[in-house]
């Protein structure tokens, strides 16, 4: 995984799911090359989005996490596969996307889990990044606003993959990890991701 510069993009780019999901397929059914799937979801508004411009910036980013999994297989079942299933192929894209999400995924979630430890706070998200601002200095550079928004964005993750039930939760959900997924993160060669779906064998 790389460092944490660029990063603080979290704070603009959330989870999108459906997002992504629009993007995965048509660069699996209708086999378009980037720069066709820009140009169908601006003239489409496939997003919804007020402006192109927010509209081309999140095909982009769609387009770069969907890239960075390497795996047209975990593409196609985030074009297709139900919803839990491909919210959680999605998870580990932005996985692979943000050393920031990777690190707290596994890092914080997969420990409690490993350690059947479910309580879970803001408390958590504050050690986190209190660690990460000795540790780094891009994120000892990011302001409190930036934190904040990140911890909220780091929240609503949880929120939308069923790790917590609502924003102010205090337990984990014991999630179940799919088999799609697992099978991915395995041939992936990234076994040491596996903890963040409570997957321990």
């Not at 510069?5 to 048509?26: D, M, P, W």
């Not at 350690?115 to 200095?137: A, G, H, I, K």
Request: charge should be negative; proline fraction near 2%.
């Amino acid at each position: 995984m790389g460092d944490y510069k660029g990063n603080g993009g979290l704070t603009r780019e959330q989870f999108l799911y459906h997002e992504t999901k629009i993007v995965a397929r048509l660069m699996t059914d209708d086999s378009l090359s980037d720069d066709e799937i820009v140009k169908r979801v601006v003239e489409e508004n496939l997003f919804q989005f007020p402006t192109e411009r927010m509209i081309k910036n999140i095909v982009n980013v769609c387009l770069k996490r969907l890239h960075g999994l390497d795996d047209m297989t975990l593409v196609g079942v985030i074009a297709h596969s139900p919803m839990e299933v491909s919210k959680q192929a999605c998870l580990y894209a932005m996985m692979k996307q943000y050393r920031l999400v990777w690190d707290f995924m596994i890092t914080v979630i997969g420990a409690k889990f490993r350690e059947q430890d479910l309580s879970y706070s803001r408390m958590d998200l504050n050690v986190f990044f209190m660690r990460l601002q000795e540790q780094d200095d891009e994120v000892a550079s990011w302001s409190d606003a930036t934190i904040n928004k990140i911890k909220q964005v780091l929240n609503k993750i949880l929120i939308e993959n069923e790790y917590i039930d609502g924003p102010r939760a205090t337990k984990l959900n014991p999630v179940m990890i799919c088999s799609e997924v697992d099978n991915a993160i395995r041939a992936d060669g990234n076994d040491v991701a596996l903890p963040a779906f409570n997957c321990f064998y």
